[in-house]
C-alpha cells in the first residue's frame, strides 16, 4: 500500500530567528492561517506531523535563557518588540492536540537553531532536545519524530540518545533533472510528460533512527513565477501532487509532503491546500493510506525486508 506523509514546520517567528529583518508579509497571518490549515485538515480528516518549534510550548518568556549553552544573542530578536505574539503559542499547539484528525505533534528544535553551524555544538544540540523533551511531557506528548531546522542534518548520534525515532531526510537530489527543461518549465507545461515528485522509502540509519526523505515542498516556487503560471494555467504544484499521488498509490512507497503552516499567506496557499487535501482524500482507499511520520517509523522499525511495511 502506498503513503501519503505531510509534515508541518510549525515554527511561526522561529524561522526567521537569525533574518537581518523578519518578513511581514510571511507572519501577519501566521496565527489564523495555522488555524486555516488545521481547519482543512479537519474537513478531509487528513492526519499530519506536526514538528513544533518547542519554544512555543511556553506560555511567555522574557528572553532570556541563561541556562541554554546557545549564545544568548541567539535570543536577541526574540526579545525586540517586534512581532511579540510570535515566540509562544501554547494555544496553537492546544488546537493541533484537540483536532479530530489524528495528528503527530512531533519537535522541529527548541529555537531553531541549524544543526550544522558553528554554534550547535552537540552540548547545544542535546540541550534543545532535552528542553524540547521536559516541554512536550508536561504537555503530555511523548515526543518521537523530528525534523532539522532548514532541514540541516546533524548530531544524529544526540538525537537518538535524546530518544527520538525518525527524522525527515533531504528529498533526493537531482529528481528533477533526468531531462534538460527546468522543473518550471516542465510543472507549467500542464503536460503528461511533466515532473513527477520523487516517490521515497524509509531506511534506518546507522543510528537505529528512521529517515523519512522528503518528496515535495508544497510551496517550491513562489513569487513572479507562481503569479504568472497562475495567471495562465492551473496552480502547477497540485499537478504536480496529483502526479505523486497517482504514482504511489498500490505502491510500495511515501509520497512526503511538506511545508510551513507560514507558507500560507493569502487565499491561494488556502486554495492550493484544499485542492491537495481533497484530491488525497478523494484517492484514499485500498492502496493508499495517509500516515503520519511516527507510524511510518513504527512500522519501518517493525517490519522485516520481506514485508511491505
Ligand atoms: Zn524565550
Ligand atoms: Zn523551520
Known amino acids: 500500500m502506498g503513503t501519503v506523509v505531510i509534515s508541518l514546520d510549525a515554527e511561526l517567528a522561529w524561522g526567521f530567528v537569525d533574518f537581518p529583518v523578519l518578513p511581514d508579509r510571511r507572519l501577519a497571518r501566521a496565527r489564523e492561517m495555522w488555524m486555516e490549515l488545521l481547519d482543512l485538515f479537519e474537513k478531509y480528516e487528513v492526519p ?4 513544533v518549534v518547542g519554544h512555543l510550548f511556553l506560555e511567555d518568556c ?19 518588540s517586534e512581532h511579540e505574539d510570535m515566540w509562544c503559542a501554547p494555544g496553537l499547539i492546544d488546537a493541533v492536540a484537540d483536532a479530530t484528525a489524528d495528528h503527530e505533534i512531533a519537535c522541529h528544535s527548541f529555537s531553531h537553531i541549524n544543526f ?20 512536550a511531557d508536561r504537555y503530555g506528548v511523548e515526543l518521537s519524530s523530528f525534523v532539522f531546522p532548514r532541514n540541516r542534518i546533524a548530531h544524529r548520534d544526540v538525537l537518538a540518545r535524546s530518544g527520538f525515532h525518525c527524522y525527515r531526510g533531504q528529498q533526493p537530489q537531482r529528481w528533477h533533472t533526468d531531462n534538460r527543461l527546468t522543473p518550471l518549465v516542465r510543472a507549467v507545461s500542464g503536460s503528461p510528460l511533466g515532473i513527477t515528485p520523487p516517490i521515497v522509502h524509509p531506511r534506518v540509519d546507522d543510528h537505529g533512527l528512521v529517515e523519512i526523505p522528503a518528496s515535495l515542498l508544497l510551496f517550491c516556487f513562489e513569487g513572479w513565477a507562481r503569479q504568472i503560471t497562475e495567471t495562465l494555467w492551473a496552480d502547477p504544484v497540485v499537478k504536480m ?23 500560507l499567506i493569502n487565499e491561494a496557499g488556502i486554495k492550493r491546500m484544499e485542492s491537495v487535501l481533497s484530491y488525497i482524500d478523494q484517492m484514499r482507499g485500498p492502496g493508499l493510506a495517509v500516515r503520519t511520520m511516527e507510524t511510518v517509523a513504527q512500522r519501518t522499525a517493525g517490519s522485516t525486508p520481506q514485508q511491505n511495511w
Open 62 to 80: 522574557d528572553g532570556r535563557h541563561p541556562d541554554h549553552p546557545l549564545d544568548a544573542t541567539w535570543f536577541d530578536r526574540e526579545r525586540s
Open 48 to 51: 499530519a506531523t506536526w514538528a
Open 241 to 263: 501532487v496529483q502526479r505523486g499521488v497517482d504514482q504511489v498509490n498500490g505502491s510500495d512507497g511515501i509520497f512526503h509532503l511538506w511545508l510551513h503552516p507560514n507558507n
Open 116 to 135: 550544522q553551524s558553528s554554534g550547535a555544538t552537540k552540548a547545544v544540540a542535546a540541550a534543545e532536545l532535552r528542553r524540547c523533551r521536559r516541554l
